[in-house]
């Protein structure tokens, strides 16, 4: 397993309580991967398995950590699963993604190429694209952030890898 095939899916907050419990910060809409007997892995590939996880709470006990002193020394680390485990264990309805597979799709308005994905991110409840402007447009900006809404995602045409748009290059301009 290479780095390239991990994708990072939540990062290990404060320990809650004194029996190794943790506050865990999703990164991806998908809670449901978060189940007992999970295995997850660090960015030295070293791995972890979850002995519980609540969804309501987002509180996440591993196996072998048992009190607050050891859980402790996980905070503020990023867990990962592979892209094929997030694939395999995630059932995705129409038009939704994971966020890897987005990035490196070309941001299409008008017949006209804005930029291509470098990443997403999530700020409260809202998935935002970073956009690296097309070459064309740099001279406005370098990259911008277009949110992930139908208010301005037309296509995500994923044969093609391309994301169709309206009203982007209005961000775009006043990024």
């Known amino acids: 397993m290479s780095t390239d095939d ?3 899916v939540a990062t290990i907050g404060k320990s809650v309580g004194l029996k190794g419990e943790l ?13 007992k007997n ?3 892995y660090f960015e030295d590939h070293s791995k972890i398995v ?9 509180r996440v006990k591993f196996y072998n950590y048992d009190d607050i002193d050891i859980a402790k020394t996980l905070t503020n680390k990023n867990i990962y699963s592979t892209k094929k ?3 395999k264990n995630l059932d995705l309805r129409e038009n939704e993604f994971l966020w890897f597979e987005l990035i490196g799709y070309t941001i299409i308005e008008n017949h006209k190429v804005l930029g291509t994905i470098s990443t997403i991110d999530r700020i409260s409840d809202i998935d935002y694209l970073l956009i690296n402007t097309d070459e064309e447009f740099q001279k406005i900006a370098k990259r911008f ?3 992930y809404d139908k208010k301005y995602i037309i296509e995500v045409d994923s044969k093609n890898r391309i994301i169709k748009t ?9 990024s």
Not at 26 to 32: A, E, G, L, N, T
Not at 50 to 58: H, P, S, V, Y
Not at 166 to 174: F, G, M, Q, S
Request: hydrophobic share 35%; charged share 25%.
């Open 50 to 58: 979850i002995e519980n996880f609540n969804q309501n709470n987002n």
């Open 23 to 35: 506050k865990l910060h999703i990164i991806s809409d998908f809670k449901s991967q978060f189940k």
């Open 38 to 40: 999970r295995t997850y």
């Open 145 to 147: 952030c277009l949110p």
């Open 85 to 87: 485990e997030s694939s």
């Open 6 to 8: 991990l994708v990072a």
């Open 166 to 174: 309206k009203n982007a290059y209005d961000i775009l301009e006043n």
